[in-house]
């Protein structure tokens, strides 16, 4: 999720309008806000004892297609008499998740794949055999440990599991990580990666990338060996998000690498792989006859490997056994055609726990109440038609909540009947929708609270501007808001450019981000603070000034160069259509060519900075760079690299993560491509920087040979335009960059 700036008092005021006890029905939260408290009934995973407990949110940390996840403060604990739950203790922190998205999209998706795979509601959230049989499996291979890695910390524990009435979802209470992803690490031997399994850590210069992949590739055969094959996905290393599920721990001595999630989120189907890694996986599973897979595992091949481990599972025998209870609940609880086949149709009591999962789904998401639940579960022709008018799209839903839920048909009748009733019903649903606008960014806390007091304004905003982008909507509510974002655009770059401790606040705060964000320790804090008065460093920051001012330039002359261009078409006679295709063309060319107006101001801006302190080598690397589009932006701190690494580091790192972060799914922190981005921008120029100039060399062949037999074939204009490409793209890198760089040797 983006971060934005909002009121959580606020949202939390409005969660309360939203569920307005006057009300026959009440909208429930997405999620909850900083210092909820959550009063929750809850069962150890092993031993399985019951009691009450009060969690307090410290933190919302995210939501995903599994759930939302939170860091909880256990504030009181209440088990029953004589009864303890190991890990469990009031004042410390757990992580704690909810099994439902946060996301209506999220939500959707996650619901739909999984109904396609087993044709019932996502179990993990709404079944308590799921949910159980989950936690256990994590505390099963948390003891495998033992045998694979010598140590239980390998694994996050799992304390207990809970009903949330609020969210109407089951969640669980497990081990608070402290620990970080991994750090982006400076290696200009890359190769020495592809041999992962074998080369040792001294000798590489990734060593935690490659102790990650060997971490989960153990993950991955632990899972094999206990006939758990479909949880080894969350360790597969080629599905490219999975790494986030794996943590370096700074909470231990041994400061292991920790595996951390084990609830996936999509059902994998065979028409629908989602990452690269799923290929592989689909095919695997059909050679095992699985057609879906989410979580199914082989509970005598796990009675295998604990029976050739006795002494390791010796004391958790009784939660063996309760796992094959909850697993064998937990599959019987969906109709799953791809394994049960035809059964339901003449297995009574397989159908009588079909229909029960589908009933406990249909609970869960409000279409039907208690009493209705009870009918229902009787199956006969009154389910089966409940069950077919699902499938149905949108009218479906809306009948079955008619039918099936009496509050809902209360509630309707009184938006009919009673003026003042749709009244609060519509600030009810006004406020409710409107945590959500305040939350992205739609709306700020003054605008909110207008909306949320005027119901009428707000349903005519939702349907006319809320349906656009958050961007434009914001725009279109307050258009002198681009003119204020320019104008602070522009302040920036004036008090950056001029004020030296302007400049140096900024570089500290991005420092200090760096800490918190794990990417720095705090040792090298604090020996990038210290360095800050440093001639390059002051240096540095001044070139980004520079880098700041240059930002625009390349949009403003594309956009003025295109409307020329525009222009000229309409002047020839054109169409608007060809004109406004060419303005896009230019607008187009501009943004893929490798050198632009931008990036020539910074690169001759590092040009002079050479020639008026006569100093090559500490330029060796930046000035090249600098030329180029995109890389540019980087030409200091890879210039960095021997003096200040640590610092040379982070600076790329924190540029090249913030890129890839708006990426979804694979744009996770700690995903694969996260580490890719940092290799194209920081590592595989370092390894080019030792060639350069057989670069700059074979880079003017290419474009000789390319280019000069094209000149045989254009007119007088295309041999002009060619020409200028071929001596200022190609040849003049080549001629002004060697024996810049030969003398700085």
């Known amino acids: 999720m983006g971060k934005t700036n909002y009121s959580a008092e606020l949202c939390q005021e409005l969660q309360v309008a939203a569920r307005n006890p006057a009300l026959e029905l009440h909208h429930r939260p997405v999620r909850y806000e900083k210092g909820t408290v959550l009063p929750v009934s809850i069962t150890g995973v092993y031993p399985a004892v019951s009691g009450e407990a009060e969690l307090t949110v410290d933190k919302f940390l995210g939501g995903g297609f599994a759930g939302q996840v939170y860091r909880c403060r256990l504030t009181a604990l209440q088990l029953q008499p004589g009864c303890s739950i190991p890990g469990l203790e009031t004042g410390k922190l757990y992580a704690v998740k909810i099994v439902i998205p946060p996301s209506t999209f999220s939500r959707w998706f996650r619901n739909t794949t999984y109904w396609l795979a087993f044709q019932g509601p996502f179990s993990a959230q709404v079944n308590h055999g799921a949910c159980r049989a989950g936690l256990l499996w994590q505390k099963l291979v948390r003891r495998a440990g033992l045998v694979k890695f010598g140590r239980e910390s390998a694994v996050k524990d799992a304390y207990a599991s809970f009903w949330d009435p609020t969210l109407n979802a089951y969640g669980e209470i497990t081990e608070w990580i402290e620990g970080r992803m991994w750090h982006l690490e400076a290696d200009d031997q890359l190769a020495k990666r592809f041999d992962w399994r074998n080369v040792a850590l001294s000798e590489t210069g990734s060593p935690e990338f490659v102790e990650k992949r060997r971490f989960m590739a153990q993950m991955v055969e632990l899972m094999h060996e206990l006939g758990a094959p479909e949880f080894a996905r969350q360790y ?98 969906l109709l799953d055609i791809t394994h049960h086949g035809v059964r339901p149709t003449f297995d009574r009591a397989l159908q009588r726990d079909v229909i029960a999962g589908l009933v406990e789904g249909y609970r869960a998401a409000d279409l039907v109440d208690d009493a209705f639940a009870e009918k229902l579960r009787r199956g006969g022709l009154r389910f089966a038609l409940f069950h077919l008018l699902g499938a149905v799209p949108l ?42 606008w305040h939350r992205a960014g739609r709306t700020d806390e003054a605008r909110t609270r207008r909306l949320a007091a005027r119901p009428a304004l707000f349903f005519l905003e939702r349907f006319t501007l809320g349906l656009l982008p958050i961007g434009l909507h914001r725009l ?59 001639p390059f460093i002051v240096k540095y920051l001044r070139s980004m000034a520079v880098h700041f001012c240059t930002l625009p330039v390349t949009q403003v002359v594309s956009v003025t160069v295109g409307a020329f261009v525009f ?18 063309g230019v607008l187009a060319l501009f943004q893929v060519t490798p050198i632009s107006p931008g990036s020539l101001c910074r690169g001759f801006y590092v040009v002079g900075l050479m020639i008026y302190e006569r100093n090559w080598r500490d330029y060796l690397v930046a000035c090249p760079l600098s030329f180029v589009k995109y890389i540019g932006y980087l030409a200091f701190p890879l210039q960095m690299t021997t003096t200040y690494p640590h610092l040379s580091r982070f600076l790329v790192s924190r540029r090249a993560t913030a890129l890839v972060h708006v990426i979804p799914v694979f744009g996770e922190h700690g995903a694969l491509l996260e580490h890719w981005v940092f290799d194209l921008f920081f590592n595989v120029p370092q390894i080019l920087g030792r060639h350069i100039k057989g670069l700059l060399t074979a880079w003017m062949v290419l474009g000789m040979a390319t280019i000069i037999p094209a000149l045989f074939f254009v007119g007088t204009r295309g041999f002009t335009a060619l020409s200028i490409a071929l001596v200022a793209v190609f040849i003049c890198p080549r001629m002004v960059f060697y024996p810049i760089l030969k003398r700085g040797e």
Request: charge should be positive.
């Open 236 to 333: 597969e290393w080629w599905t490219m998000k999975s790494q986030p599920n794996c943590m370096k721990r700074t909470d231990t001595a041994d400061g292991g690498l920790c595996a951390i999630d084990f609830r996936a989120g999509l059902a994998l189907l065979p028409f629908l792989p989602m990452s690269p890694g799923d290929l592989k996986l689909i095919v695997d599973g059909l050679k095992r006859g699985a057609l879906v897979q989410f979580d199914r595992c082989d509970l005598g091949i796990m009675e295998a490997f604990v029976a050739r481990h006795p002494a390791v599972f010796a004391d958790v025998r009784p939660m063996i056994e309760e796992l094959k209870i909850r697993d064998r609940e937990y599959r019987r609880s």
């Open 567 to 584: 222009a000229y078409v309409i002047g020839r006679g054109g169409t608007t259509a060809d004109a406004s295709l060419a303005f896009a």
């Open 395 to 436: 009218l479906g839903t809306m009948v079955r909540k008619r039918w099936g839920n009496a509050a809902y048909r209360r509630h309707l009748f009184n938006l009919f009947t009673s003026r003042t009733y749709f009244q609060a019903a519509a600030t009810a649903r006004a406020a409710h929708e409107l945590v959500g």
């Open 476 to 534: 279109c509510i307050r258009p002198a808001m681009a003119w204020e974002g320019i104008v602070a655009f522009f302040r920036f770059i004036r008090d950056f450019a001029r004020d030296a401790a302007f400049r140096e606040k900024w570089f500290l705060d991005q420092v200090a981000e760096g800490e918190k964000d794990g990417m720095l320790t705090r040792e090298e804090h604090d020996h990038i603070v210290s360095i800050i008065k440093e």
